[in-house]
């Protein structure tokens, strides 16, 4: 009798044990791509501000142009950016200052959704961080964008400098 009482327990806890692993697990909210189109809402004649620069991402021609002016050095750069079909952002410029002249290179930005919330990270291996949350949260890095060419004086007066004959 006792080994039939083990069997019919072994039996249920089997059939719990089944029927656990039928129910979904909770899954991590759907991640996506956005889209070119999306990423160029996000970026078009806007200014990305920095903590001692700025860059702004122009709209016919997506001309783009940045500016740092660190403690002693200053520097400029021209070029164009672009959106890409796998969520990227990338910038094409060529940095100079008076004392050097760079060549043109990409910096990439992958983006993703998450939850509705869009996340953002530098390629190739930066970490996600959140870049534009709905609502809007005081650490998204997007609140650091203004519309339209709001640092356009300030890219004219470091050009000028870097450019001066002394």
């Not at 004649?45 to 991402?57: E, H, N, S, V």
């Not at 001309?63 to 094409?92: F, H, I, N, Y």
Request: charged share 30%.
């Amino acid at each position: 009798m006792s080994l039939l009482v083990i069997c019919g327990q072994l039996a249920v806890s089997g059939a719990a044990h089944a029927a656990d692993e039928k129910k979904p697990k909770p899954v991590d909210a759907a991640v996506t791509t956005p889209t070119p189109f999306e990423l160029q809402r996000l970026y078009t004649d806007r200014t990305w501000l920095w903590k001692d620069g700025a860059a702004y991402f122009g709209k016919t021609g997506r001309p783009l142009r940045a500016w740092t002016s660190g403690q002693d050095s200053a520097s400029v750069a021209e070029g164009r950016w672009l959106a890409t079909k796998d969520g990227k952002m990338c910038m094409d410029l060529a940095w100079r200052s008076k004392s050097y002249k760079g060549k043109q290179q990409r910096t990439c930005y992958s983006h993703r959704i998450k939850g509705g919330n869009i996340e953002q990270r530098k390629d190739p291996d930066g970490e996600w961080y959140s870049f534009k949350r709905t609502p809007e949260d005081r650490s998204d890095e997007y609140r650091k964008f203004e519309p339209g060419d709001t640092k356009a004086a300030q890219f004219g007066e470091t050009r000028k400098l870097i450019d001066s004959k002394n």
